[in-house]
């Protein structure tokens, strides 16, 4: 098939949406990406994270900021979070995160997320938010989490996967969705 990919499928999915081999590649090659376009960039890995995360940045051998936060149940707050953004505030940063995080399970409420889209525009992050777990959430929880893009919506890239999202783990189906270009 052509280099940009199938017209058709194309023409269904629209031009912000890529689709892969599971997200875990997705994620891969993302990472990859970023570290060809800033060669002065940096990825922050929240923790505690997914194993893969680390051992993505390790393979590609790109600079990496561990962030752990200080709060209750290791979930990020607002503190932590100004406070590594500004160690890396003249550099492109890539930052990871993920709700309900994995491996904790804690679920960012959407007050939490609100306040971390003020701090990502003030620093002008570009944040890779792994969404693989938004419909495995407790009833009590639906209501009070949606993800990143939604109040950050020109500087995340939002991922997900059949394995997760549709219980089809033996699928290897995964997608982005891209910011609206600007």
């Known amino acids: 098939s052509d280099s940009k990919g199938i017209k058709e499928l194309q023409q ?6 890529i689709v892969g081999n599971g997200l875990k590649p997705l994620l ?7 570290s060809k376009l800033y060669s002065n960039g940096i990825i922050i890995h929240i923790l505690p994270a997914w194993v ?4 993505h940045t390790s393979m590609l051998n790109i600079e990496t900021m561990e962030l752990l936060p200080t ?3 290791w979930r990020l707050t607002c503190k932590d979070l100004e406070w590594c953004l500004e160690q ?6 890539l930052i990871l995160l993920n709700s309900p995080n994995n491996p904790t399970g804690y679920v960012y409420s959407n007050e939490e997320l609100k306040q971390f889209a003020i701090l990502f525009k003030k620093y002008n992050s570009i944040v890779l938010f792994d969404a693989i777990y ?6 009590k929880c ?8 939604v109040y950050y919506p020109e500087g995340t890239i939002k991922g997900s996967s059949l394995s997760k999202y549709f219980s089809a783990g033996g699928f290897r189906f995964g997608w982005l969705i891209f910011p609206q270009q600007q």
Request: glycine share 4%; net charge positive.
């Open 52 to 55: 893969s995360y680390r051992e």
């Open 88 to 93: 890396v505030k003249d550099r492109p940063h």
């Open 71 to 73: 709060g209750n149940m």
């Open 12 to 17: 269904i999915l629209g031009p912000r949406l």
């Open 142 to 149: 639906k209501n009070a989490a949606n993800t990143l893009d």
């Open 28 to 34: 891969f090659t993302i990472q990859l990406a970023f």
């Open 134 to 139: 938004e419909y495995l959430i407790y009833p």
